[in-house]
C-alpha cells in the first residue's frame, strides 16, 4: 500500500523570502494535504473525490497572491509608455521620499498571471487518477465465524446483522435455526409423552 506522506505534485511558486522562483510539492501544505486525506478515506467513487478536490484545490490555492506568478515571453520586454511610466514613478519617489525606489513593479508587454490552481489545472486528470491511486484498501473484515447460512441459501435473516454466526467448522449450518430446531425436538419429546 501506498504511504500518503509520499504524496508529491510540483508547481512553480515564488519564494517571497529566497527572492526567487521555484518547485513548490503543494501536498507541503499541511491543511490541504489533510483534506486531501480525509477524502480519500472518505469518498466511494473517484467522481466523488474529483469533485472534492477540486474544491479543496480552489478553497487553499486559488486566486491566493502568495501562490501566484507572472509568466512572461522571454526575453521580457516592455513598450515605450510603460517605460514612460517607469521613469515617473521613479522621480515621483525621489522627490517625495529624497531617495531612489527600492522596487518600481513593471507591466510585461506579454504576460500571465497563474495560481497554484491554474497549474494543476493543466492535468487535471493525472493529478486526480495519481491522488487517487492513494486510496486505501477497504479493511476485511475480521469476523472468521461469518458465513453463508446454507438453510437459508442466502445471508441469514435470523441474526441481526444479516449473516450466520456459526463457526467455521458447522458454517454450513445457521446457528439460529439449529437452536429453533433443538427446541422444538424438545417440544415435541415432551408431546410424544403425554
Known amino acids: 500500500m501506498k504511504d500518503l506522506k509520499d504524496l508529491r505534485w510540483f508547481v512553480y511558486h515564488h519564494d517571497f523570502n529566497g527572492k526567487e ?8 501544505h499541511g491543511r490541504f494535504r489533510e483534506d486531501v486525506e480525509k ?3 472518505k ?8 469533485k472534492k478536490l ?3 484545490l480552489m478553497y487553499y490555492f486559488w486566486s491566493k497572491a502568495e501562490y501566484e506568478i507572472v509568466i512572461t515571453s522571454w526575453a521580457p520586454h516592455i513598450t515605450m509608455s510603460e517605460l514612460d511610466r517607469l521613469n515617473a514613478e521613479r522621480e515621483e519617489t525621489k522627490e ?13 508587454d506579454v504576460g500571465e498571471k497563474i495560481d497554484v490552481h491554474d497549474q494543476v489545472m493543466l492535468n487535471w486528470d493525472i493529478f486526480v487518477d495519481y491522488c487517487w491511486s492513494y486510496k486505501p484498501a477497504k479493511r476485511k473484515s475480521r469476523n472468521k465465524s461469518v458465513g453463508k447460512c446454507s438453510m ?3 445471508y441469514c435473516k435470523h441474526s441481526s446483522n444479516g ?5 467455521d467448522k458447522t ?11 433443538e427446541i422444538t425436538k424438545m417440544a415435541f419429546a415432551d408431546i410424544d409423552k403425554i
Not at 522562483?21 to 507541503?28: L, Y
Not at 517625495?96 to 510585461?108: G, T
Open 152 to 154: 437459508a441459501k442466502n
Open 96 to 108: 517625495k521620499y529624497n531617495r531612489e525606489p527600492y522596487r518600481l513593479y513593471v507591466n510585461p
Open 54 to 56: 477540486k474544491s479543496s
Open 163 to 167: 449473516y450466520c454466526v456459526a463457526d
Open 43 to 50: 469518498c466511494e467513487s473517484k467522481e466523488e473525490f474529483a
Open 21 to 28: 522562483i521555484k518547485p513548490f510539492n503543494i501536498f507541503n
Open 171 to 181: 458454517a454450513n449450518d445457521c446457528s439460529y435455526l439449529n437452536a429453533i430446531g
Open 39 to 41: 477524502n480519500l478515506k
